[in-house]
């Protein structure tokens, strides 16, 4: 290598391992796979997952095998000659066409069964609905006369702003933070309404398992429970393209413990019915 | 011109009024070439604004830009017409045709392409910049498009009718000029895959075209086919779309499918595996194809029975995957191996599609997509079947076939820098977006949370390993235009097909009398 080439590879070698040091220590490499997260829900969705994927890697690895041993064993270079009579063998192709069928069923019947489960939104105890907006969510707690608006937290929309000159990492939660978030109790069978206002936005909470879209017009359904033992805040972001500041409509939720949840409903409720009385005055 | 004997025109009059088809399929070519080059320099704008959280780079709305012109670009501009121009260059030679059956629409259809190409990529100049809801276009975020919006699908329209001519073409060519003796099982493979993609396209651009011109009334005349709140709905358009939009993946897909077949064979010195059982598949994959089109929508709120029916059919489609698959390996069992550059990029489509095909399989299952849609692991897995799966395919081509246009041996040792370099890339580029995607990274987004950062740094790096690699691409091909070692006809040392019983290059004027087929 020349001397200008060598300086070049290692100026773009340090260029690369001063953005890489620049992060912080508990940094994302280990972040590979789905949550499990804290809905039984979520849990099954991550089960259906991981039985998938251990299904492809088993497939994987004997495909890939017969591959890689056809190309180590019969390589020219090592004098294979060609058999140029194998043209087929109906056993052969009669058994790779019935196995997958079989694997496919298997796939199949877990996976219908947790279907099933998913789109019953029946015996809820709590119905919210959620309105899309470009780019903001609304939130209604249907029957108490409580709604809210959710945006972007203030220092991470400012950090965003392009060449803001604020570091995205000095902002707690950059882009997953809100003014004010959806409240929910844990325990709780809640059904939720999505709609949108202007185009199709998606809610979606990862650690819950689910993402259905809000259409204008329309009115879709699912429903979420977070364990009564993981009351905590989780945070998801809009996941349908929605015009230039999708990914900046952050969802965050709060999970309280029911009696937690219902003092924070009534003080809330208090305060809708007060501005009510107010405006009508 | 076509007359007997006759040379090309020379300079620029030759390409503009050429009715051959090998000028044709090189025009094709070169435009594909830089419509890849163009469309990748888009994903690395993409993938340099992701470096890094923070928007150092561009606008959310120029960023939404660049990701819906690239994909148009990469599929209308780059994928598809490289395996139109490898159909116009190969069919006549494979099936012992003196040129495609329809010349003239032929020179019309690659016209039309490349004004729709200028179409669209001239909104990235006009005020209010180029469309940015995504290559889907769903309403209403479409809707909201400015002065671009006629100019894109008058585009669309155009590249339509495009492809149509090129897949009417293709067809009549099949069905009416085959050499004597050259029963459809006797065809090669890639033109049985080419028959069957332009069916598909016959079947579908119509639909696509349906959709948008509904798009376009609902702009205009307030039409509401779309609008709920005329009586229309959104979603309608997501099932026309993908109706056409699934198909449409296969129609990038088959062309190399049929492409690695052949290399596959060529240079494991032995004859395809199950060759009917290959037929077969390809025209399964193609019917299925028509009946799956729903699972890209889970998450629209479809009835219990649309989800149950669209994971089922969906996951069917892996059984002739799978055959395709297993005769490929079952091609190389008992051959004699080696590794020449045409050789590499199917070997690496082999694992790399497959692997591609196992995330789709994933997707499949309505359950566990709820929870990967709209994220990165599905920009992981139809990156994994189209770069690795339809670009690879498409340089094997023109690795395998290079000596039979240009009548030159290419640099054998640049070849292999380009695929290993490609080969490495690709993997180092898009394997960490099935791990952002799972860690919850929505797709379409120019600036992420911090927990991020790692895996888009590496994929980023990947992005420009790849993307330089493909210059080494360019300079081989432009040096073996120019000059190289003089090929044989057989340029291989083994070979099945009639395009390697004319001489290298192939002459302007092959098989005007028709060849004999046994
Ligand atoms: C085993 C075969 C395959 C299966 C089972 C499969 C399945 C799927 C599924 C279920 C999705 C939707 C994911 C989502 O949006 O949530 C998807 C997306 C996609 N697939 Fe495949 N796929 C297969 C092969 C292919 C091939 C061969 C191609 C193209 C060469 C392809 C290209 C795409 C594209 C472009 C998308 C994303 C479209 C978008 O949303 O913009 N797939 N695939
Ligand atoms: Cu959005
Ligand atoms: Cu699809």
Redesign the pocket.
């Known amino acids: 290598m020349s001397i200008a080439k060598r300086m070049l590879m290692r100026s773009a070698v340090a260029g690369v391992l001063a953005a890489l040091a620049t992060m912080p220590a508990h940094a994302g490499w280990d972040l590979l796979n789905m949550p499990k997260g804290v809905s039984e829900l979520s849990r099954e969705i991550y089960d259906m997952h991981m039985i998938m994927l251990w299904i492809c890697t088993v497939i994987a690895v004997f495909t890939f095998g017969a591959m890689i041993w056809a190309m180590v064993r019969f390589r020219k270079s090592k004098g294979a000659v060609a058999d140029g009579k194998m043209l087929h063998n109906a056993r052969l192709e009669a058994a790779w066409t019935i196995v997958p069928v079989l694997i496919l069923i298997g796939m199949a019947i877990p996976s219908v069964e947790k279907l099933i489960k998913i789109e019953d939104t029946s015996g809820s105890e709590l119905t919210i609905k959620v309105t899309g907006y470009q780019w903001q969510w609304h939130y209604e707690y249907l029957g108490t006369g409580v709604s809210f608006f959710s945006r972007l937290a203030r220092d991470s929309d400012a950090a965003r702003q392009k060449r803001s000159g604020i570091d995205p990492r000095s902002v707690e939660h950059y882009l997953l933070n809100v003014d004010k978030p959806l409240v929910v109790p844990t325990g709780t069978k809640i059904r939720m309404l999505l709609t949108a206002n202007d185009v199709i936005h998606a809610w979606w909470v990862p650690d819950f398992g689910m993402k259905r879209d809000a259409i204008p017009g329309f009115i879709n359904e699912m429903w979420i429970s977070v364990d009564e033992d993981k009351p905590g805040t989780y945070r998801g972001q809009c996941a349908e393209l929605c015009g230039a500041d999708h990914g900046f409509m952050p969802i965050v939720v709060d999970a309280k413990p029911p009696a937690e949840f219902r003092a924070w409903l009534e003080q809330q409720m208090a305060a809708a019915a007060g501005s009510r009385l107010a405006a009508t005055e | 011109m076509g007359e007997h004997g006759h040379g090309p025109p020379k300079g620029i009059v030759r390409w503009l009024t050429t009715t051959n088809h090998k000028d044709i399929g090189t025009m094709y070519l070169v435009f594909s070439l830089v419509m890849f080059l163009v469309g990748g320099l888009m994903a690395l704008v993409i993938r340099s604004e992701l470096f890094q959280p923070g928007l150092q780079l561009v606008d959310p709305a120029f960023f939404n830009q660049m990701t819906t012109m690239h ?1 148009l670009v990469m599929v209308f501009g780059a994928v598809m017409p490289a395996t139109v121009g490898l159909a116009n260059w190969m069919i006549p030679m494979q099936i012992g045709a003196a040129d495609m059956a329809l010349p003239r629409m032929n020179l019309f259809s690659f016209w039309l392409l490349a004004f729709a190409f200028l179409l669209l990529l001239s909104t990235l100049f006009i005020p209010g910049g180029a469309p940015a809801a ?3 276009l769903y309403p209403p975020l479409v809707l909201q498009t400015g002065q671009a919006f006629p100019m894109a699908i008058f585009a669309i329209h155009l590249m339509g009718a495009s492809s149509i001519m090129g897949a009417i073409n293709v067809i009549v060519t099949i069905v009416n000029m085959r050499a004597p003796g050259m029963t459809l099982l006797k065809m090669p493979l890639f033109s049985w895959s080419w028959l069957i993609t332009a069916y598909l396209l016959i079947a579908v651009m119509p639909v696509f075209a349906g959709g948008v011109t509904m798009l376009l009334t609902d702009y205009y005349f307030h039409t509401s086919f779309f609008n709920a709140a005329g009586g229309g709905d959104p979603v309608l358009f997501q099932h026309v779309f993908w109706f056409f ?1 699934h198909p449409e ?2 129609i ?2 088959l062309p190399a499918f049929g492409i690695v077949s052949e290399v596959i064979a060529t240079f494991s010195r032995k004859p395809i595996f199950g060759y009917e059982a290959m037929v077969y598949a390809i025209a399964s994959i193609a019917f299925l194809s028509f009946i799956v089109w729903a ?2 929508m ?1 998450t629209v709120g479809m009835p219990l029975a649309g989800q149950l029916f669209f994971t089922l059919s ?2 069917l ?2 059984v002739p ?1 799978g055959v395709k698959i297993f005769n490929w390996t079952a091609t190389m069992w008992r051959g004699s191996i080696s590794f020449e550059p045409p050789m590499l990029f199917a070997l690496a489509f082999l694992f790399l ?1 497959t692997i ?2 196992f995330s ?2 994933m ?2 299952i309505a359950p566990a ?1 709820f929870q ?3 994220t990165y692991f ?1 920009v992981a ?2 990156h994994y ?2 770069v690795p ?2 670009v690879f395919g498409i340089m094997a081509a023109v690795y395998y076939w290079l000596p039979k246009w240009t009548g030159h041996m290419y640099d054998m040792a640049l070849a292999k820098w380009h695929f290993w370099l490609s080969a490495i890339f690709v993997n180092v580029l898009f394997f960490p977006q099935h791990y952002l995607g799972l860690a919850g990274m929505p797709r379409r987004i120019p600036d992420y949370a911090l927990q991020f950062t790692e895996w888009n740094m590496v994929s980023t790096i990947g992005a420009f390993g790849f993307g330089l690699s493909q210059l080494l691409f360019v300079w081989l091909i432009v040096k073996c235009v120019k000059g190289g070692e003089r090929a044989t006809a057989g340029v291989w040392d083994y070979q099945h097909g009639l395009e390697w019983t004319v001489p290298s290059p192939a002459p302007y004027h092959t098989f005007e009398k028709a060849p004999e087929v046994r």
């Open positions: 994909a995504g290559w889907t939009g993946v296969y990038m897909i699972h890209h889970f969906t996951m489609i892996a995957t599609f591609g095909g789709g399989l997707l499949a997509d990967y849609h709209d599905v897995h139809f079947v189209l799966g339809a």
